[in-house]
């Protein structure tokens, strides 16, 4: 079956090191979104990327970074300059540009000790 | 970034009774999506609708597209225990190809025994 992958499903980190968190899918998919949620609150948009080698910052950059590769992959690191990184991520896939429903993967959660 | 204003936040009901819920926005979308997320999980998608005053059932659920395109209904008839969650409402308007999400803050629905 077609999807998206996220691992790892829970990570701890210290204080002040670097995290990547991963995010694959086979659904051949252009467009890939990082998310970052927090309780009570909606989704925001960390950075997307709409092709290969490319890839623009959302909403709440600041302190992360990303990279794509290859089309199926689009991890997300988390970097130390991030004040405030305890939170659930979410990676999500769009079709094609003209689509407007996103795919989601089932999150990875992040703990900072 | 945008988001929406999403209500109720959070609502308490029983086994068999129905729900209603509701995004809106200060700008207007072409495109409404209705995700639920169950605990841990990512989101999933209910529904989406296309055009202004359209009405989209997917079994128990039925949603609107408001004639003003600035605001989206969700109803949920007959509620059982598997629909306890967090449902988001999404929005979106073309920009030449690159369509963005805005996303409500969500409804937590929690079912009382």
């Known amino acids: 079956d077609g999807g998206i992958t996220q691992s790892p499903k829970y990570l701890f980190r210290k204080e002040g090191q670097n995290v990547t968190l991963s995010c694959e899918q086979n659904?051949?998919?252009?467009?890939m979104y990082w998310y970052r949620q927090d309780p009570g609150q909606g989704l925001r948009l960390i950075y997307y990327?709409?092709?290969?080698?490319?890839?623009q910052k959302g909403d709440i950059a600041e302190g992360y970074s990303v990279s794509r590769e290859k089309k199926e992959s689009f991890p997300l690191t988390v970097t130390s300059a991030q004040k405030n990184p305890t939170a659930f991520y979410l990676c999500?896939?769009?079709?094609?540009?003209?689509?407007?429903?996103?795919?989601f993967g089932a999150g990875s959660r992040l703990t900072v000790l | 970034g945008q988001q929406l204003n999403q209500s109720p936040q959070s609502m308490f009901i029983q086994e068999g009774e129905d729900v209603s819920m509701n995004c809106t926005s200060s700008?207007?979308?072409?495109?409404w999506l209705w995700y639920k997320q169950d605990p841990g999980e990512g989101p999933v998608l209910l529904i989406a609708?296309?055009?202004?005053?359209e009405l989209t059932s997917n079994g128990r659920l039925t949603a609107q597209f408001g004639i003003t395109r600035k605001d989206s209904f969700l109803n949920i008839s007959a509620s059982i225990p598997s629909d306890v969650g967090i449902y988001f409402c999404?929005?979106?308007?073309?920009?030449?190809?690159?369509?963005?999400?805005?996303f409500g803050t969500g409804t937590r629905l929690t079912i009382i025994p």
């Open positions: 990327s709409q092709i290969v080698n490319d890839f």
């Open positions: 700008s207007i979308f072409n495109t």
């Open positions: 609708l296309y055009k202004a005053g």
């Open positions: 659904l051949n998919h252009d467009a």
């Open positions: 999500a896939s769009r079709e094609s540009p003209g689509a407007n429903v996103l795919t």
């Open positions: 999404a929005g979106a308007i073309s920009n030449f190809g690159n369509e963005k999400l805005t």
